[in-house]
Protein backbone atom coordinates (compact mmCIF):
# COMPACT_ATOMS: atom_id res chain seq x y z
CA UNK A 1 0.00 0.00 0.00
CA UNK A 2 1.51 3.31 -0.98
CA UNK A 3 1.43 5.91 2.00
CA UNK A 4 1.02 9.71 0.94
CA UNK A 5 3.77 11.45 3.16
CA UNK A 6 2.42 14.03 5.75
CA UNK A 7 4.60 16.38 8.00
CA UNK A 8 5.26 14.69 11.06
CA UNK A 9 5.38 16.57 14.08
CA UNK A 10 3.79 16.64 18.00
CA UNK A 11 0.58 19.04 16.94
CA UNK A 12 -1.31 15.45 18.58
CA UNK A 13 1.09 14.18 21.01
CA UNK A 14 -1.09 13.18 24.11
CA UNK A 15 -3.98 13.36 22.11
CA UNK A 16 -6.53 10.57 21.41
CA UNK A 17 -9.74 11.25 19.17
CA UNK A 18 -12.37 8.39 17.06
CA UNK A 19 -12.37 8.11 13.36
CA UNK A 20 -16.01 7.68 12.03
CA UNK A 21 -16.57 6.82 8.12
CA UNK A 22 -13.27 5.25 6.85
CA UNK A 23 -14.40 3.06 3.66
CA UNK A 24 -10.77 2.20 1.89
CA UNK A 25 -7.08 4.01 1.84
CA UNK A 26 -8.45 6.25 -0.63
CA UNK A 27 -11.27 7.99 1.40
CA UNK A 28 -11.02 11.32 2.67
CA UNK A 29 -11.29 10.29 6.50
CA UNK A 30 -8.23 7.73 6.32
CA UNK A 31 -5.93 11.08 4.88
CA UNK A 32 -6.82 12.69 7.89
CA UNK A 33 -6.28 9.80 10.63
CA UNK A 34 -2.49 9.82 8.58
CA UNK A 35 -2.09 13.19 9.00
CA UNK A 36 -2.99 12.98 12.66
CA UNK A 37 -0.98 9.88 13.68
CA UNK A 38 1.89 11.62 11.99
CA UNK A 39 1.67 14.42 14.37
CA UNK A 40 1.19 11.95 17.55
CA UNK A 41 -2.24 11.35 18.07
CA UNK A 42 -3.83 8.22 18.80
CA UNK A 43 -6.66 7.06 16.81
CA UNK A 44 -9.91 4.92 17.44
CA UNK A 45 -11.73 3.53 14.40
CA UNK A 46 -15.18 2.24 13.53
CA UNK A 47 -16.57 0.43 10.60
CA UNK A 48 -19.97 -0.82 9.56
CA UNK A 49 -20.26 -4.62 8.38
CA UNK A 50 -17.62 -7.53 7.79
CA UNK A 51 -17.12 -5.85 4.65
CA UNK A 52 -15.74 -2.52 5.86
CA UNK A 53 -13.99 -4.17 8.71
CA UNK A 54 -11.89 -6.28 5.71
CA UNK A 55 -10.82 -2.42 4.69
CA UNK A 56 -10.85 -0.68 7.95
CA UNK A 57 -9.13 -3.21 10.18
CA UNK A 58 -5.98 -3.71 8.30
CA UNK A 59 -5.40 0.37 7.79
CA UNK A 60 -6.17 1.25 11.70
CA UNK A 61 -3.67 -1.98 12.60
CA UNK A 62 -0.62 -0.36 10.54
CA UNK A 63 -0.79 2.45 12.95
CA UNK A 64 -1.20 0.37 16.14
CA UNK A 65 -4.58 1.41 16.93
CA UNK A 66 -6.16 -0.13 20.42
CA UNK A 67 -9.64 0.23 19.59
CA UNK A 68 -11.35 -0.76 16.22
CA UNK A 69 -15.07 -1.16 16.72
CA UNK A 70 -18.14 -2.05 14.65
CA UNK A 71 -20.56 0.71 14.68
CA UNK A 72 -24.02 1.48 12.96
CA UNK A 73 -25.15 4.91 13.57
CA UNK A 74 -29.25 4.57 12.92
CA UNK A 75 -28.81 1.77 15.79
CA UNK A 76 -28.37 3.41 19.74
CA UNK A 77 -27.67 0.09 20.59
CA UNK A 78 -24.54 -0.04 18.14
CA UNK A 79 -24.01 3.42 19.10
CA UNK A 80 -23.48 2.67 22.89
CA UNK A 81 -21.68 -0.30 22.50
CA UNK A 82 -19.03 1.96 20.58
CA UNK A 83 -18.52 4.37 22.62
CA UNK A 84 -18.74 2.21 26.07
CA UNK A 85 -15.59 0.35 24.14
CA UNK A 86 -14.00 4.18 23.64
CA UNK A 87 -14.79 5.08 27.28
CA UNK A 88 -13.82 1.57 29.03
CA UNK A 89 -10.21 1.70 27.39
CA UNK A 90 -9.86 5.59 26.97
CA UNK A 91 -11.63 7.44 29.66
CA UNK A 92 -12.02 10.18 27.75
CA UNK A 93 -10.89 11.53 24.26
CA UNK A 94 -10.10 14.98 22.41
CA UNK A 95 -11.28 14.88 19.39
CA UNK A 96 -13.97 13.50 17.10
CA UNK A 97 -13.83 13.23 13.10
CA UNK A 98 -17.02 12.32 11.25
CA UNK A 99 -16.98 11.37 7.78
CA UNK A 100 -20.47 9.22 7.47
CA UNK A 101 -22.45 10.00 4.79
CA UNK A 102 -25.18 7.78 2.71
CA UNK A 103 -28.05 8.39 0.30
CA UNK A 104 -29.33 5.16 -2.35
CA UNK A 105 -28.10 5.30 -5.60
CA UNK A 106 -30.86 5.89 -7.11
CA UNK A 107 -31.53 8.71 -5.31
CA UNK A 108 -28.49 10.66 -6.81
CA UNK A 109 -29.42 10.52 -10.64
CA UNK A 110 -31.88 12.46 -12.70
CA UNK A 111 -34.64 14.74 -10.99
CA UNK A 112 -34.32 15.50 -7.79
CA UNK A 113 -38.29 16.22 -7.11
CA UNK A 114 -39.00 13.26 -8.96
CA UNK A 115 -36.69 10.31 -7.65
CA UNK A 116 -36.37 11.68 -4.10
CA UNK A 117 -38.58 9.22 -1.92
CA UNK A 118 -39.53 9.55 1.41
CA UNK A 119 -37.81 6.85 3.09
CA UNK A 120 -34.67 7.92 1.11
CA UNK A 121 -34.89 11.14 2.30
CA UNK A 122 -35.49 10.07 5.57
CA UNK A 123 -32.43 7.85 5.30
CA UNK A 124 -30.14 10.28 3.80
CA UNK A 125 -30.34 13.06 7.08
CA UNK A 126 -30.91 10.46 9.37
CA UNK A 127 -27.30 8.61 8.12
CA UNK A 128 -25.78 11.89 7.10
CA UNK A 129 -26.67 14.60 9.23
CA UNK A 130 -28.23 13.41 12.53
CA UNK A 131 -25.69 10.83 13.36
CA UNK A 132 -23.29 14.12 13.56
CA UNK A 133 -25.63 14.96 16.25
CA UNK A 134 -25.47 11.85 18.02
CA UNK A 135 -21.85 11.30 17.88
CA UNK A 136 -20.84 14.60 18.98
CA UNK A 137 -23.50 14.45 21.99
CA UNK A 138 -21.80 11.23 23.00
CA UNK A 139 -18.27 12.35 22.52
CA UNK A 140 -19.09 15.57 24.39
CA UNK A 141 -19.70 13.39 27.60
CA UNK A 142 -15.93 12.14 27.34
CA UNK A 143 -14.07 15.74 26.71
CA UNK A 144 -13.87 16.88 30.42
CA UNK A 145 -11.04 19.59 29.33
CA UNK A 146 -12.31 20.79 25.99
CA UNK A 147 -11.74 19.16 22.62
CA UNK A 148 -12.13 20.04 18.76
CA UNK A 149 -15.14 17.94 16.07
CA UNK A 150 -15.28 17.80 12.33
CA UNK A 151 -17.80 16.63 9.78
CA UNK A 152 -17.54 16.57 6.13
CA UNK A 153 -19.44 18.12 3.69
CA UNK A 154 -19.78 19.47 0.00
CA UNK A 155 -20.56 22.31 -1.84
CA UNK A 156 -24.03 20.97 -3.14
CA UNK A 157 -25.56 21.74 0.28
CA UNK A 158 -25.23 25.38 -0.77
CA UNK A 159 -25.79 25.36 -4.73
CA UNK A 160 -27.42 23.22 -7.20
CA UNK A 161 -25.01 20.17 -8.31
CA UNK A 162 -26.14 18.07 -10.79
CA UNK A 163 -27.50 14.35 -9.64
CA UNK A 164 -26.22 15.47 -5.92
CA UNK A 165 -29.99 15.45 -5.20
CA UNK A 166 -31.11 14.48 -1.81
CA UNK A 167 -27.41 14.32 -0.54
CA UNK A 168 -27.48 18.44 -0.80
CA UNK A 169 -30.41 18.68 1.35
CA UNK A 170 -28.70 16.36 3.98
CA UNK A 171 -25.41 18.25 3.60
CA UNK A 172 -27.23 21.37 4.15
CA UNK A 173 -28.87 20.16 7.71
CA UNK A 174 -25.55 18.74 8.40
CA UNK A 175 -23.60 22.52 7.92
CA UNK A 176 -26.63 23.58 10.36
CA UNK A 177 -26.26 21.35 12.99
CA UNK A 178 -22.59 22.27 13.20
CA UNK A 179 -23.80 25.74 13.96
CA UNK A 180 -25.87 24.56 16.73
CA UNK A 181 -23.45 22.09 17.94
CA UNK A 182 -20.84 24.89 18.17
CA UNK A 183 -23.37 27.22 20.05
CA UNK A 184 -24.25 24.12 22.62
CA UNK A 185 -20.84 22.88 22.88
CA UNK A 186 -18.76 26.06 22.79
CA UNK A 187 -18.87 27.24 26.42
CA UNK A 188 -17.28 23.93 27.46
CA UNK A 189 -14.46 24.61 25.10
CA UNK A 190 -15.32 22.49 22.51
CA UNK A 191 -15.49 23.03 19.21
CA UNK A 192 -17.39 22.56 16.46
CA UNK A 193 -16.91 22.56 12.45
CA UNK A 194 -17.17 21.23 8.82
CA UNK A 195 -14.94 20.91 5.97
CA UNK A 196 -16.52 21.54 2.51
CA UNK A 197 -13.53 19.54 0.33
CA UNK A 198 -14.11 19.42 -3.40
CA UNK A 199 -14.49 16.34 -5.67
CA UNK A 200 -12.11 13.79 -4.54
CA UNK A 201 -12.19 10.27 -6.01
CA UNK A 202 -13.18 8.20 -3.46
CA UNK A 203 -15.80 5.33 -2.96
CA UNK A 204 -18.38 7.78 -1.96
CA UNK A 205 -17.61 10.09 -5.30
CA UNK A 206 -18.53 7.03 -7.43
CA UNK A 207 -22.18 7.01 -6.68
CA UNK A 208 -23.00 10.08 -7.98
CA UNK A 209 -23.73 10.65 -11.60
CA UNK A 210 -22.07 12.57 -14.00
CA UNK A 211 -19.13 12.30 -11.89
CA UNK A 212 -16.60 12.53 -14.21
CA UNK A 213 -18.09 16.01 -15.44
CA UNK A 214 -17.98 17.05 -11.97
CA UNK A 215 -14.11 16.45 -11.85
CA UNK A 216 -13.30 18.49 -15.18
CA UNK A 217 -15.60 21.19 -14.43
CA UNK A 218 -13.97 21.60 -10.92
CA UNK A 219 -10.51 21.46 -12.31
CA UNK A 220 -10.60 23.58 -15.31
CA UNK A 221 -13.09 26.51 -13.44
CA UNK A 222 -11.59 26.51 -9.57
CA UNK A 223 -9.58 29.55 -8.56
CA UNK A 224 -6.69 27.29 -8.70
CA UNK A 225 -7.54 25.39 -11.35
CA UNK A 226 -6.54 21.73 -9.94
CA UNK A 227 -8.65 19.41 -8.64
CA UNK A 228 -8.85 18.57 -4.45
CA UNK A 229 -6.44 16.61 -2.73
CA UNK A 230 -6.25 14.74 0.23
CA UNK A 231 -3.55 16.31 1.81
CA UNK A 232 -5.04 19.40 1.49
CA UNK A 233 -8.38 18.33 3.22
CA UNK A 234 -6.12 16.38 5.85
CA UNK A 235 -3.78 19.37 6.56
CA UNK A 236 -7.32 21.76 7.15
CA UNK A 237 -8.51 19.20 9.67
CA UNK A 238 -5.05 19.17 11.60
CA UNK A 239 -5.76 22.86 11.34
CA UNK A 240 -9.53 22.36 13.20
CA UNK A 241 -8.11 19.88 15.78
CA UNK A 242 -5.35 21.09 16.92
CA UNK A 243 -4.02 24.09 19.12
CA UNK A 244 -3.87 25.91 15.46
CA UNK A 245 -7.73 26.38 15.42
CA UNK A 246 -8.23 27.93 18.83
CA UNK A 247 -11.01 30.54 19.00
CA UNK A 248 -12.12 28.78 15.37
CA UNK A 249 -15.37 27.30 15.72
CA UNK A 250 -18.98 26.69 14.00
CA UNK A 251 -17.24 27.01 10.62
CA UNK A 252 -17.76 25.37 7.15
CA UNK A 253 -14.22 25.71 5.72
CA UNK A 254 -13.67 25.19 2.23
CA UNK A 255 -11.08 23.39 0.82
CA UNK A 256 -11.67 22.89 -3.05
CA UNK A 257 -8.97 25.13 -4.63
CA UNK A 258 -11.29 28.25 -4.35
CA UNK A 259 -14.27 27.09 -6.63
CA UNK A 260 -16.50 28.16 -4.41
CA UNK A 261 -15.48 31.17 -5.15
CA UNK A 262 -15.92 31.65 -8.38
CA UNK A 263 -19.60 33.15 -9.31
CA UNK A 264 -18.77 32.94 -13.43
CA UNK A 265 -15.58 31.10 -15.13
CA UNK A 266 -13.23 32.58 -17.57
CA UNK A 267 -14.82 31.43 -20.60
CA UNK A 268 -11.90 29.62 -21.79
CA UNK A 269 -11.42 26.97 -18.49
CA UNK A 270 -15.67 26.52 -19.39
CA UNK A 271 -15.03 25.87 -22.89
CA UNK A 272 -12.25 23.51 -21.45
CA UNK A 273 -14.57 22.02 -18.85
CA UNK A 274 -16.85 21.30 -21.60
CA UNK A 275 -14.67 20.19 -24.16
CA UNK A 276 -15.23 23.03 -26.80
CA UNK A 277 -12.67 24.39 -28.88
Known amino acids: MA ?28 AIAEQLHAQGAELAF ?31 ASMDACFAALKDTWGEIDFLVHSVAFAGKEQLAGSFIDNTTREGFASAL ?14 SHMMSEGGSMITMTYLGSERVVPNYNVMGVAKAALEACT ?72 ETHHVDGGFHAIAMPQEAALKASLGID
Open 179 to 250: RYLAADLGPRGIRVNAISAGPIKTLAAAGIGSGRHMFRFNKATAAMQENTELEGVAGAALYLLSSLGTSCTG
Open 126 to 139: NISAYSFVDAARRA
Open 3 to 30: KREFPTGTLMQGKRGLIMGVANKNSIAW
Open 46 to 76: TYQGEALERRVRPLAESINSPIIVPCDVTDD
